[in-house]
């Protein structure tokens, strides 16, 4: 596997996921040590080779996507998980986050903006994403009337997310957690897509991760509008667009998302990613930052 845990003196080793390692203080403090690593994943596999760089510019987007949601200048302040002040250590400063531990939340919040994806395919199917219906005559890339909400149970470890009803994300956590998750995730996603927008871009879709502090206050979690959460696209290629190929010039892991769908049945180990791969999203995931941040 890409990225192996790091000896990282007063922080030991909990937990690996598929792209993220988690530690804890040695001094028992409430706190984590949130590592991004250079592996890929898609269709809950990780892959091999990883992306050069990756953890680091996923960890540079999310500290200022986190920055910019937390100002009020830009709406409501939205509660994040980052420790003030706390900087993480030699060799990971680049791609680490020091947080607050949290009650995590079992439910993904998924926001979708566009058609598109697994969206996509089940539109096709029975004119629903999600099991929410949508209007007749929509296209692969079409943006959706409004911004749906449609949530996933986080499964256990080696076990695939399963897409669910609002109904069962109010049995999961209650209906005020669960309104209060949704409208939240709408609200981040409306000011995350405003800001894509002036800046040529599109916000097709993102997922949220949130947990709850001791004073049981919602707080945004894990990485937040990344390449790897996130769908973003051209916005002058969709509107010039004659193909969903062409409308969809993305600035994510699309690009190995679409390799692997086409060199692989999704049975046994993946192939390993080519190097043109390797470099085409690496260098999609370099651009992204450089037009949000400037």
């Known amino acids: 596997m890409t990225d192996a845990p790091y000896s990282l003196p007063g922080w030991t080793h909990t937990y690996s996921g598929k792209v993220r390692d988690l530690y804890r203080p040695d001094d028992g403090a409430d706190r984590m040590l949130v590592v991004a690593s250079d592996r890929v994943s898609a269709f809950d596999h990780v892959l091999e080779p990883g992306i050069p760089g990756k953890g680091a510019l996923l960890t540079r987007l999310s500290l200022w996507w986190f920055d910019r949601l937390a100002s009020p200048a830009g709406g ?32 993904e919040c998924v926001v979708r903006g566009y058609l598109t994806g697994s969206g996509w395919a089940e539109y096709r199917e029975a004119g629903t994403v999600c099991g929410i219906p949508l209007p007749d005559g929509l296209g692969n890339g079409d943006r959706l009337p409004e911004p749906i909400f449609t949530p996933a149970y986080k499964a256990p470890l080696g076990e695939h997310d399963e897409n669910i009803s ?15 998750l949704r409208d939240t995730s709408l609200e981040i996603y409306a000011r995350a897509a405003a800001t894509a927008e002036d800046r040529g871009l599109i916000l097709a879709d993102t997922k949220f991760e949130f947990g709850v502090d001791g004073a049981g206050v919602l707080t945004l979690a894990d990485e937040v509008l990344t390449s790897d959460s996130s769908r973003y696209w051209d916005a002058e290629a969709w509107r010039a667009g004659s193909t969903p190929a062409e409308r969809m010039a993305s600035f994510d892991k699309q690009i190995v998302r679409d390799w692997l769908a086409a060199n692989w049945d999704r049975r046994g180990t993946p192939p390993n990613l080519p190097a043109e791969i390797v470099a085409r999203t690496a260098a999609s995931y370099r651009e992204l930052i450089a037009r949000l941040t400037g």
């Open 76 to 107: 409501t302040p939205i509660p994040n998980h980052l420790v003030p002040g706390a900087h993480a250590p030699h060799p990971v400063a680049d791609r680490a986050m020091v947080v607050r531990a949290l009650d995590m939340q079992p439910i």
């Open 166 to 180: 609002f109904a069962r994300a109010v049995d999961l956590v209650g209906a005020d957690r669960a309104a209060q």
